[in-house]
């Protein structure tokens, strides 16, 4: 009997052994899997071309699964920005890269990927960005990797990988008014720490995560290389095919975790109570209720990101922004993840709804979430941002602060002018 | 790799993540050198100018952590960093790492006992490392035997190369 067959595997574990050829695989194991998607962008890509050339390679593995988006640095910021957007446009057109996304036809990659249903349920998915662990939030095998495993998967379509233990969180329970996706993520990671998941897969799962909406999934698994995860995951279910039937995604396969299925660790996370989370500076993991966040002033207030630029993000922070003015001095910049969901928002009013408050609307990008441009901070000045990191300088000056939120409160916080709860503004 | 001169130490914490290493403002080139000018810019603007080859860098846990950008390691090896040596790594910071020929060693012992003040040297296929001033040597997590051949290779260039050159 090979070893372990008694025991169940994971959905990670599945996916990966399906893509090893091998009928099952356990944590530990180094494999070489087939690769289904390889993703990079204007900042990685340039090394992974290098690295695909260094390697003597030619052709690409696959001209259809390879996409490569422009968002980090776009529109084209400066000179070097715009060189590296050359290059990696060059390399498309010279390769016959189909999926080569930039300007008007671009957005954010983790947003426009799921969107126009470029990847799906049970594939394997490496992407040189760190947020690729998105994509688990339909059920696939989803991974952030660096420009010289990029440029080797665009020449050979394989990887190896080292089979990840997997960590279950079982969310229970009913969420309050104003919680979703980013909250649970947050609060997540208050509990394990910006290490607490290494080396792991982060599978997400629970009573309250049956019913739940794409884009919280979304935001969720985004976060997840917060905790130090290789791939955040959540089983598909009827959501999951709603989704990818609406977007004409892949279906690669629908796994699911086997019941008797081995964690390293399962975390139970009551729901209840919970309210929005706060992240304070430096560090996802420095996590606090709203309520007991105390008096913050802000000068910034960013609505967007691969983790909460999608349309119910947007919405929902219109909700709470309607008829409402930001306070004075506060600069409330929005940035909508595709020109899909910029079109979507502007066409119900809710882009009007922003530009009412006092917003600044920018193009479909990374914005200033990773202190490029569109909304840099200065010295000593402070933002709520509804991204994924508040390291220091992530923003701009090493002496800013960014507080991390979700889009109702970091509304709220423009109207107020000081981090807030939605609900001190109901009238 | 064996037997060089000791190395100076630069001494982090826990949880640098790639943001510190290189800020994302100077991702709009690629090149290690260029790179390197503005390696942990934000917090410690002198390691630009001071770092000299064969330093060596010690952390605490989760060194790394944040951003794939390979733009971190790259920058560290380019500075002149013979080796890291830190409680843990960020797991994508050490596949890049290990991608380009740039060697990590995790040893909670080393990280903890070693300072700014110590020289040291290590052996890379050993993993053994050796403080200067009383001798003391601090046992390392051997690095796995894939990444081995990956740092003798030279990097996931060079062992790909072989591989396709067939010898």
Not at chain 1, 120 to 131: K, R
Not at chain 1, 215 to 235: L, S, Y
Not at chain 2, 4 to 18: A, H, L, N, R, Y
């Amino acid at each position: 009997m090979p070893r372990g067959s008694a025991m169940g595997m994971t959905i990670t574990e599945k996916i990966l052994a399906a893509h090893a050829g091998l009928g099952r695989v356990s944590p530990g194991d180094i494999i070489e899997v087939t690769v289904d998607r390889a993703l990079a962008n204007d900042i990685t890509a340039p090394l992974a071309i290098e690295t695909f050339r260094e390697i003597g390679a030619v052709e690409v593995f696959d001209k259809e699964k390879i996409i490569l988006v422009a968002d980090h640095f776009v529109p084209n910021k400066d000179i070097a920005s715009a060189e590296q957007v050359k290059k990696m446009r060059g390399f498309a057109r010279l390769q016959g890269i189909r999926h080569y996304y930039e300007s008007g036809d671009a957005g954010i990659e983790h947003v426009i990927l799921p969107e126009r249903g470029l990847v799906g349920p049970g594939q394997v998915v490496v992407g040189a960005d760190s947020h690729t662990c998105t994509y688990g939030a339909l059920g696939a095998f989803s991974s952030g990797v660096g420009s010289t495993d990029l440029g080797a998967v665009l020449a050979t379509g394989f990887i190896w990988l080292k089979v990840p233990p997997t960590i279950r969180v079982e969310y229970t329970g009913r969420l309050q008014p104003f919680v979703g996706g980013k909250d649970l993520i947050l609060f997540t990671i208050g509990m394990i720490g910006v290490e607490g998941a290494l080396y792991s897969a982060l599978e997400f799962g629970g009573s309250a995560v049956r019913g739940m909406a794409m884009h919280h999934r979304f935001t969720i698994a985004n976060m997840a290389v917060e905790a130090g995860a290789k791939n955040g995951i959540f089983e598909p279910d009827d959501i999951t095919k709603t989704y990818v039937k609406e977007t004409s995604g892949p279906e690669a396969g629908y796994f699911t975790s086997d019941a008797d299925a081995v964690y390293s660790r399962v975390i139970a996370i009551p729901l209840d109570g919970l309210e929005p989370q706060v992240a304070f500076p430096h560090s996802p993991a420095n996590v606090r209720p709203v309520s007991k966040v105390g008096t913050v002033p802000v000068d910034q207030v960013f609505i967007g990101s691969c983790t909460n630029g999608w349309y119910e993000d947007l919405r929902e922070a219109a909700s709470v922004l309607k008829g409402k003015k930001a306070a004075k001095g506060i600069r409330l910049i929005v940035i909508p993840g595709s020109p899909a969901i910029y079109l979507r928002a502007l066409r119900e009013g809710i882009i009007e709804t922003f530009i009412d408050a006092g917003a600044v609307i920018g193009p479909p990008c990374c914005g200033p979430c990773l202190g490029g441009h569109l909304g840099i901070l200065a010295s000593g000045e402070r933002a709520v941002s509804t991204t994924n990191r508040n390291f220091i300088g992530r923003m701009g000056h090493p002496e800013s602060e960014v507080y991390l939120s979700n889009p109702a409160v970091a509304a709220a916080s423009a109207v107020l002018g000081r981090i807030g709860d939605p609900r001190e503004l109901k009238d | 790799m064996t037997g060089d001169k000791p190395g100076k130490i630069w001494k982090f914490g826990d949880d640098v993540d790639t943001d510190l290493i290189i800020p994302a403002r100077y991702l709009n080139v690629s090149d290690g050198k260029e790179l390197a000018a503005h390696c942990f810019a934000d917090v410690r603007p002198e390691f630009s100018r001071e770092a000299t080859v064969g330093d060596i860098l010690v952390a605490g846990k989760n060194f790394g952590c944040g951003s794939s950008r390979e733009h971190a390691p790259l920058a560290l090896k380019a500075s002149g960093i013979k080796v890291i040596i830190a409680e843990s790594f960020a797991r994508i910071f050490y596949r890049n790492s290990f991608n380009i020929g740039f060697p990590l060693l995790e040893s909670s012992e080393a990280a903890r006992a070693l300072t700014a003040a110590d020289r040291v040297t290590v052996d890379i296929a050993t993993g053994e490392i050796k403080r200067e001033s009383d001798g003391a040597v601090f046992s390392t997590h051997p690095i796995p035997a894939f990444m081995r051949e990956l740092v003798d290779a030279g990097g996931l260039v060079p062992y790909l190369r072989k591989k396709r050159g067939g010898t």
